[in-house]
């Protein structure tokens, strides 16, 4: 697939936000190699990346992660995507309520009822007569 010009910038940005983490791990003593494994590429592909690559979805995920990395695509920051709270939807479904009743013969026989739960918001109602 054909690299468009906002991936390019994305690369750029992911690449620019990235960069301080790497050398501070390097001044740290840690090999580039290391670094790169953590991030899932190797030693090769961080420097690519790093360049202005275009980094795997499991790179940016990983930077992030890690390092708190967060470039924006096109006007979506990353970070936002990733902290915001789903909206709720309303529940357009109304209650339904209907009438149930239970006959029981006058034999002495148990009843047992049991109502467990089936699901989110789902429930399994039992009837045993014994």
Do not use: C
Not at 63 to 87: D, F, Q
Not at 99 to 123: D, E, H, M, N, Q
């Amino acid at each position: 697939m054909k690299q468009t010009r906002e991936d390019r910038d994305f690369a750029a940005r992911f690449a620019s936000a990235l960069r301080p983490h790497v050398d501070r791990e390097a001044s740290a003593g840690r090999s580039l190699k290391e670094i790169a494994e953590e991030l899932g590429v190797t030693s090769w592909g961080l420097q690519k990346q790093l360049g202005g690559g275009t980094p795997s979805i499991r790179t940016i995920a990983r930077a992030y992660a890690r390092y708190g990395v967060s470039a924006h695509y096109e006007g979506i920051a990353l970070r936002k995507a990733l902290t915001k709270k789903p909206k709720m939807r309303k529940n357009t479904e109304e209650q339904m309520v209907l009438p149930f009743l239970i006959t029981a013969p006058t034999s002495g026989r148990k009843i047992t009822l049991k109502l467990l739960p089936g699901g989110v918001r789902k429930y399994e109602l039992r009837l045993s007569v014994g």
